[in-house]
T-cell receptor
Framework: EAGVAQSPRYKIIEKRQSVAFWCNPISGHATLYWYQQILGQGPKLLIQFQNNGVVDDSQLPKDRFSAERLKGVDSTLKIQPAKLEDSAVYLC???????????FGSGTRLTVV | GESVGLHLPTLSVQEGDNSIINCAYSNSASDYFIWYKQESGKGPQFIIDIRSNMDKRQGQRVTVLLNKTVKHLSLQIAATQPGDSAVYFCAENPSSGAGSYQLTFGKGTKLSVIP
């Protein structure tokens, strides 16, 4: 089965610019997650979707971050405006909802300069 | 507060030896735990999981031990190989109930295998 696809793989932007990341989950996976992984740390949950609805976005900095999953499949995560501390790898994961753990994509490495 | 940043705990082992990676989790209500392996430039990859009603689970070359009394999880890798070199994360699910799997990750341990 195809894995979780993410693009772009790398992105370098200046602070105060905007950026968007795209994720295509495994076919049939209803649950989709965005995680932020700062260098040297474990991933931190930003937002969880169930189909096209938000389950939990309590850790999403909503003044600058937004995410959507309009048709319950692909998802985009946007940052506007970016700050230096947003430099991280943004990981997308999907799950069928069972206890087997998530499948992660390879992530998008964002560098804000 | 706890120091965070670039300084991951590191474990160096000789190829062929057994590795033990430890993790302390924070939430006594967590009911599900997973170990992930993350290689450079890749997303975390599922290794093995365990539910809170078990204290040991074995996979191929890997064993996870859970001690709920002291909130401790360990991953044992038998006959460690160079391909096992990676950062290993434990993750806990602090929510109960079906379908609410929101994993909280630990800081990670970097395993280096010496050929």
């Amino acid at each position: 089965e195809a894995g979780v696809a993410q693009s772009p793989r790398y992105k370098i932007i200046e602070k105060r610019q905007s950026v968007a990341f795209w994720c295509n989950p495994i076919s049939g996976h209803a649950t989709l997650y965005w995680y932020q992984q700062i260098l040297g740390q474990g991933p931190k949950l930003l937002i969880q979707f169930q189909n096209n609805g938000v389950v939990d976005d309590s850790q999403l900095p909503k003044d600058r971050f937004s995410a959507e999953r309009l048709k319950g499949v692909d998802s985009t995560l946007k940052i506007q405006p970016a700050k230096l501390e947003d430099s991280a790898v943004y990981l997308c994961a999907s799950s069928h909802g069972g206890a087997g753990g998530y499948t992660f994509g390879s992530g998008t490495r964002l560098t804000v300069v | 507060g706890e120091s965070v940043g670039l300084h991951l705990p590191t474990l160096s082992v000789q190829e062929g030896d057994n590795s033990i990676i430890n993790c302390a989790y924070s939430n006594s209500a967590s009911d599900y735990f997973i170990w992930y392996k993350q290689e450079s430039g890749k997303g975390p990859q599922f290794i093995i999981d365990i539910r809170s009603n078990m204290d040991k689970r074995q996979g191929q070359r890997v064993t996870v031990l859970l001690n709920k009394t002291v909130k401790h999880l360990s991953l044992q890798i038998a006959a460690t190989q160079p391909g096992d070199s990676a950062v290993y994360f434990c993750a806990e699910n602090p929510s109960s109930g079906a379908g609410s799997y929101q994993l909280t990750f630990g800081k990670g341990t970097k395993l280096s295998v010496i050929p």
